[in-house]
């Protein structure tokens, strides 16, 4: 069959040129082998590292060895076709950083769900290379879903390099960059690595480092990162806004200020980022909704307003945004911290609304944050409030909090 033949240089040059034209900003090839930094990853995992992500401890086999996620009939793949999009838009004015009275956004969730608008313009790649190649079999289309080590794929196939805050940095582009990857069963022509185009020869003759800037581990205000590339979730604002669900370490929530939904500044403070300028994602999709950037923490709870923390706002407003990832439960959980760190009188109507919720995890964060209004303003009604809720409170987490927040009066 044709797909076993190597994929011509032109061909290569051709799938580049489609997959710009579909929307992406990068495109580069590699072959499928072991993942180079397999053993890493294990060692990450082993130290406990994934905390309530208990999805990366499944197909470790796969992570490992990328070929085996062909499902039969298809042949092992053979090749990675490893793509970004660039999704920088603009930077954040300070007035609206640094206004405690919002609630940050991190800018990869400014527009729609990334996953959703990247998916099928692979599937679109893949029917581009079998319509060449005559292949009857499906490719893999993985956007952030799969077990693959996209950042080591990147930087194998010479896409980027990977940065001291882990992330992928083309150094021309920067890092603000959602990654993908086509497995596919055609294999780079023999001696591929002399014969990449003229671009990826030049990245590789002079290969972009850090050097000896430390800047993103020293503006983490959590110190998530243990050492240089190495990153503690267990520590990290992404992490604990994003993927976790439970209740969130007291010590870290002051250094959320108001991020309720991700953390941009190991990414913000990178060299490889500054003056980046104005920009507007090719891919429609993408373009931030000017409610999703840096809401009001209030109008959340505000029935006039948007009312996003309510169920249904919250499902109807972020149905295609990748905030739902956090639930409607852990948003008004993180809102909670950024309020508490707020910690203004006028905050305490929403958080009465959040000390009666539904979810333990919501009142818990709200008695928190009541707490940093006492501790303050030495404000009574919030005080009364929480005495309130001792005499109907079940969850010991939660009375835990309570009684925490009034000994800070
Ligand atoms: Fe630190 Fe924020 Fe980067 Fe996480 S995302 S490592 S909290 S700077
Ligand atoms: Fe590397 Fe400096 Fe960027 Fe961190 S801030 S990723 S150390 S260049």
């Excluded at 809102?335 to 919720?357: R, S, Y």
């Excluded at 009541?370 to 809720?389: I, R």
Aim: aromatic letters at 10%.
């Amino acid at each position: 069959m044709l797909y076993h033949n190597a994929l011509s240089l032109s061909l290569i040059l051709a799938i580049q040129h489609e997959a710009h034209r579909l929307g992406f900003d990068l495109c580069s090839f590699t072959p499928v082998g072991e993942a180079p930094h397999a053993d890493f990853f294990d060692a990450w995992l082993a130290a406990g590292r994934a905390g309530e992500m208990t999805y990366l401890e499944r197909h470790r086999e796969k992570r490992r060895f990328p070929a085996l996620l062909a499902d039969p009939p298809s042949p092992p793949f053979e090749t990675m076709v490893v793509l970004a999009v660039d999704y920088h838009q603009f930077d954040l004015p300070p007035e609206i950083r640094d206004d405690p009275s919002r609630g940050l956004i991190a800018s990869y969730a400014w527009g729609g769900d990334y996953h959703e608008i990247i998916r099928p313009l692979l599937y679109e790649l893949d029917v581009f290379i079998r319509n060449r190649t005559g292949r009857t079999t499906l490719g893999k289309c993985l956007v952030d879903t799969g077990p693959v080590l996209e950042r080591d794929w990147a930087a194998a196939a010479g896409l980027g390099f990977t940065g001291k805050n882990c992330c992928t940095i083309r150094p021309s582009v920067g890092s603000w960059l959602f990654l993908a990857v086509l497995l596919i069963p055609e294999s780079l022509p023999e001696g591929w690595t002399l014969h990449q185009t003229m671009k990826e020869q030049e990245a590789l003759r002079r290969p972009a480092t850090c050097g000896r800037c430390t800047r993103c581990l020293s503006a983490c205000p959590t110190n998530a990162f243990v050492a240089p590339y190495e990153l503690d979730p267990l520590r990290c604002i992404s992490y604990w806004t994003i993927e976790a669900r439970s209740i969130i370490p007291r010590e870290l929530r002051p250094a959320f200020r108001n991020r309720i939904f991700g953390c941009d500044i190991c990414q913000e403070v990178c060299p490889y980022n500054r003056r980046l300028g104005e920009r507007t994602p090719r891919l429609a999709g993408l373009r931030a909704h000017h409610e999703r950037i840096a809401p009001p923490l209030l109008e959340g709870f505000d029935p006039v307003h948007p009312y996003w923390l309510n169920q249904e706002a919250f499902h109807r407003q972020f149905a295609r945004s990748p905030i739902k990832r956090a639930k409607r439960a852990g948003m008004l959980r993180n809102v909670c911290i950024a309020l508490g760190n707020w910690g203004d009188p006028k905050t305490v109507p929403a958080l009465a609304q959040a000390l009666a919720d539904p979810e333990p995890v919501a009142r818990a964060h709200a008695a928190w944050a009541l707490g940093c209004v006492l501790a303050k303003h030495s404000y009574a009604p919030a005080a009364n409030l929480l005495t309130m809720a001792l005499e109907v409170e079940t969850d010991a987490r939660v009375r835990e909090e309570i009684y925490l927040a009034l000994d800070r009066n």
